[in-house]
């Protein structure tokens, strides 16, 4: 190497580093504001009340997620067992809950840098390769722009979302791994890691399915040439891929339609098809404007099927013209088929809750951001494109920012949804969900009464109806409400829970333990319902039932400060204060601000002196 070659090859070793770096660092700056957010909706049953993240050994437990009520968890082993990472090491802590979410998102931008690099290396810019330097600068364009985008938010600051930018990764470690396999004489060693990421993909998320897919088209496009040089040269490692669906078919049986809001026979596959062509046409339009952002677009069905016709025909066209593409141009082919291969899934797999996400744009959002970069080197001369980069990934951080100022808390982000969305009878629910929570009784019967006008069958907002009564005192019409929604939805385990509450609080305790079983029998690891049924049998002087059902509910909640006290109370009333203290302890420690918890442990502490004099 000549002396005046030193200096670009010192650049180009740097490079890349560099790139990498300021990668994570943009991610963190953007996301910083978003560590102290609550758990929020589907985060409460997949993490707050999951009994089975509460222990890593035995692993069943957490390689075992619960498939009530369709939470996210469900048939999803992977992402099970990384939550109860995070409550091994922190509990219910959040924040470092949406920290593990960013590091992942953070690691899926890296990723894709590599992707990129090593695939626009492979490339040529008019009649000449383009150099390694160029392909750094291009990688790194791509990379930073879609780890900033905040049509990202909701995959990385929902922390239940995980599961996607989870997928997310893996499915990009698969290509990534393959890629290393091609060109590297540690072969073995990248395969392996390619079919141990495929497999880790397709137990965190049924979007993985198209993996194995695109990295065969990846092959062909960018490799071999052809279909049939890829099987000849890699047929084992296309195989070995291939082999991950089984994994993928045994988690999709074993989740039960996941509670009965995917699959088909839950909703006609028609009627769910045709929301699909204006989903896709939003989620592109998102993808280049990124506003209206919104957290829960609900179901919104076609009443005229002829009204989506043109955008039926656009996107069948964008379909067709990516097929075409592959054949005569491989690399943007690749591009559209993989934003068609990725949301596929959740555009043909009916469902009857949502009928839009942002968060499928996850990895769907990498073509476009990728298109974007390509069109841009080619028609922008270098120092203008760099210029329009750093305007770009300046002002997506900015918005990303911003979005996550919606999730500070959850009446922050339901009001935004309600407002952006005024016809969602979910938005509705869980708005008048947080104004219950602060205790703003009379606001938040109206959002359920508002979300019942919108859809009078709807069993959640029933039961927050009634609820909401019963803490008002209007029990005869909470009684009303809670038994409309076991109509509705007899196997509702949280509404015989409030059903038993309500009878309770209306004298009816025989009632009310009836109901708390029956509770129990739908879902036995119901730690709430554990404590109810316990205070009953407390107050009966049914000792030893009581404690049977506060450590039952310790077993799934060890955590649960009103476990904790309920066992400690009830000791200290059967007379074993000494056995009194430690729960009593315990759940100080879980809620340090328990007046009540307090008081009996000094008299527990007082007791217990007594009896050892």
Same mark, same amino acid.
């Given at each position: 190497?000549? =002396?005046?070659?030193?200096?670009?090859?010192?650049?180009?070793?740097?490079?890349?580093?560099?790139?990498?770096?300021?990668?994570?660092?943009?991610?963190?700056?953007?996301?910083?504001?978003?560590?102290?957010?609550?758990?929020?909706?589907?985060?409460?049953?997949?993490? &707050?009340?999951?009994?089975?993240?509460?222990?890593?050994?035995?692993?069943?437990?957490?390689?075992?997620?619960?498939?009530?009520?369709?939470?996210?968890?469900?048939?999803?082993? &992977?992402?099970?067992?990384?939550?109860?990472?995070?409550?091994?090491?922190?509990?219910?802590?959040? %924040?470092?809950?949406?920290?593990?979410?960013?590091?992942?998102?953070?690691?899926?931008?890296?990723?894709?840098?590599?992707?990129?690099? %090593?695939?626009?290396?492979?490339?040529?810019?008019? &009649?000449?390769?383009?150099?390694?330097?160029?392909?750094?600068?291009?990688?790194?364009?791509?990379?930073?722009?879609?780890?900033?985008?905040?049509?990202?938010?909701?995959?990385?600051?929902?922390?239940?979302?995980?599961?996607?930018?989870?997928?997310?990764?893996?499915?990009?470690?698969?290509?990534?791994?393959?890629?290393?396999?091609?060109?590297?004489?540690?072969?073995?060693?990248?395969?392996?890691?390619?079919?141990?990421?495929?497999?880790?993909?397709?137990?965190?998320?049924?979007?993985?399915?198209?993996?194995?897919?695109? !990295?065969?088209?990846?092959?062909?496009?960018?490799?071999?040439?052809?279909?049939?040089?890829?099987?000849?040269?890699?047929?084992?490692?296309?195989?070995?891929?291939?082999? =991950?669906? !089984?994994?993928?078919?045994?988690?999709?049986?074993?989740?039960?339609?996941?509670?009965?809001?995917?699959?088909?026979?839950?909703?006609?596959?028609?009627?769910?098809?045709?929301?699909?062509?204006?989903?896709?046409?939003?989620?592109?339009?998102?993808? $280049?404007?990124?506003?209206?952002?919104?957290?829960?677009?609900?179901?919104? +069905?076609?009443?005229?099927? +002829?009204?989506?016709?043109?955008?039926?025909?656009?996107?069948?066209?964008?379909?067709?013209?990516?097929?075409?593409?592959?054949?005569?141009? @491989?690399?943007?082919?690749?591009?559209?088929?993989?934003?068609?291969?990725?949301?596929?899934?959740?555009?043909?797999?009916?469902?009857?809750?949502?009928?839009?996400?942002?968060?499928?744009?996850?990895?769907?959002?990498?073509?476009?951001?990728?298109? #974007?970069? +390509?069109?841009?080197?080619?028609?922008?001369?270098?120092?203008?494109?760099?210029?329009? $980069?750093? !305007?770009?990934?300046?002002?997506?951080?900015?918005?990303?920012?911003?979005?996550?100022?919606?999730?500070?808390?959850?009446?922050?982000?339901?009001?935004?949804?309600?407002?952006? %969305?005024?016809?969602?009878?979910? #938005?509705?629910?869980?708005?008048? $969900?947080?104004?219950?929570?602060?205790?703003?009784?009379?606001?938040?019967?109206?959002?359920?009464?508002?979300?019942?006008?919108?859809?009078?069958?709807?069993? *959640?907002?029933?039961?927050?109806?009634?609820?909401?009564?019963?803490?008002?005192?209007?029990?005869?019409?909470?009684?009303?409400?809670?038994?409309?929604?076991?109509?509705?939805?007899?196997?509702?385990?949280?509404?015989?829970?409030?059903?038993?509450?309500?009878?309770?609080?209306?004298?009816? &305790?025989?009632?009310?333990?009836?109901?708390?079983?029956?509770?129990?029998?739908?879902?036995?690891?119901?730690?709430?319902?554990?404590?109810?049924?316990?205070?009953?049998?407390? *107050?009966?002087?049914?000792?030893?039932?009581? $404690?049977?059902?506060?450590?039952?509910?310790?077993?799934?909640?060890?955590?649960?400060?009103?476990?904790?006290?309920?066992?400690?109370?009830?000791?200290?009333?059967?007379?074993?204060?000494?056995?009194?203290?430690?729960?009593?302890?315990?759940?100080?420690?879980?809620?340090?601000?328990? @007046?009540?918890?307090?008081?009996?442990?000094?008299?527990?502490?007082?007791?217990?002196?007594?009896?050892? %004099?």
């Amino acid at each position: 190497m000549s =002396t005046s070659d030193r200096p670009a090859a010192d650049r180009s070793r740097w490079a890349a580093p560099a790139a990498l770096v300021l990668i994570g660092l943009a991610a963190i700056a953007a996301y910083s504001n978003s560590l102290n957010g609550p758990f929020i909706f589907d985060d409460t049953g997949s993490i &707050v009340e999951n009994a089975s993240i509460r222990h890593l050994w035995p692993p069943g437990g957490a390689l075992s997620p619960p498939y009530s009520d369709g939470q996210t968890v469900g048939g999803r082993p &992977v992402l099970n067992l990384s939550f109860a990472l995070n409550y091994a090491v922190g509990g219910l802590d959040v %924040r470092g809950y949406h920290a593990v979410n960013l590091a992942i998102h953070i690691l899926a931008g890296l990723v894709l840098f590599g992707i990129v690099r %090593r695939t626009a290396g492979r490339m040529r810019s008019g &009649v000449r390769r383009i150099d390694s330097a160029e392909a750094c600068l291009a990688a790194f364009a791509a990379a930073l722009l879609w780890t900033l985008h905040p049509l990202q938010t909701e995959s990385v600051t929902y922390v239940v979302q995980r599961a996607e930018s989870l997928m997310g990764l893996f499915y990009l470690l698969t290509l990534y791994c393959f890629i290393r396999s091609a060109g590297d004489c540690r072969r073995g060693r990248w395969t392996f890691l390619a079919f141990a990421a495929c497999l880790l993909g397709m137990a965190t998320k049924e979007v993985m399915v198209s993996a194995p897919l695109m !990295v065969l088209l990846y092959d062909r496009a960018f490799l071999a040439g052809s279909f049939r040089e890829s099987l000849r040269c890699r047929w084992r490692t296309h195989a070995l891929l291939a082999s =991950t669906w !089984v994994l993928l078919g045994f988690l999709i049986l074993s989740a039960r339609n996941r509670g009965g809001s995917v699959g088909f026979g839950q909703v006609s596959w028609i009627a769910y098809a045709l929301t699909q062509f204006p989903a896709i046409l939003r989620y592109l339009h998102l993808a $280049v404007w990124p506003s209206p952002l919104i957290f829960d677009y609900g179901a919104e +069905w076609i009443a005229r099927p +002829w009204s989506v016709l043109p955008e039926a025909l656009v996107v069948i066209s964008m379909a067709a013209a990516a097929v075409i593409l592959f054949w005569r141009r @491989p690399a943007l082919g690749f591009l559209g088929l993989w934003f068609f291969a990725i949301l596929a899934p959740t555009s043909l797999m009916p469902g009857n809750r949502q009928t839009l996400a942002e968060h499928r744009m996850y990895l769907a959002l990498i073509p476009v951001v990728v298109a #974007a970069v +390509w069109a841009g080197s080619r028609w922008l001369r270098r120092p203008i494109a760099w210029v329009a $980069v750093a !305007v770009l990934g300046i002002a997506a951080g900015a918005a990303t920012a911003e979005r996550n100022s919606a999730y500070r808390n959850d009446l922050s982000l339901w009001g935004d949804t309600a407002a952006k %969305r005024p016809n969602n009878p979910f #938005a509705h629910n869980n708005l008048g $969900v947080a104004l219950f929570d602060r205790n703003e009784l009379a606001k938040s019967r109206a959002q359920y009464e508002r979300a019942l006008q919108l859809w009078p069958d709807y069993p *959640e907002a029933h039961m927050n109806l009634g609820n909401s009564l019963r803490v008002e005192g209007s029990l005869e019409g909470a009684v009303r409400e809670l038994e409309q929604a076991l109509r509705l939805k007899p196997d509702y385990a949280d509404a015989y829970n409030d059903l038993g509450l309500t009878l309770r609080a209306a004298g009816n &305790v025989d009632g009310a333990v009836a109901d708390f079983e029956q509770a129990l029998r739908i879902r036995p690891r119901f730690a709430e319902t554990r404590v109810n049924l316990g205070n009953i049998f407390g *107050e009966r002087k049914q000792w030893k039932e009581a $404690v049977s059902q506060f450590e039952e509910a310790l077993r799934d909640d060890p955590r649960r400060a009103e476990a904790q006290y309920g066992l400690g109370t009830t000791l200290l009333l059967a007379g074993r204060a000494a056995e009194a203290v430690a729960p009593l302890q315990e759940a100080l420690r879980c809620r340090p601000n328990y @007046p009540e918890a307090r008081q009996n442990l000094d008299l527990a502490l007082n007791a217990a002196a007594g009896e050892v %004099r």
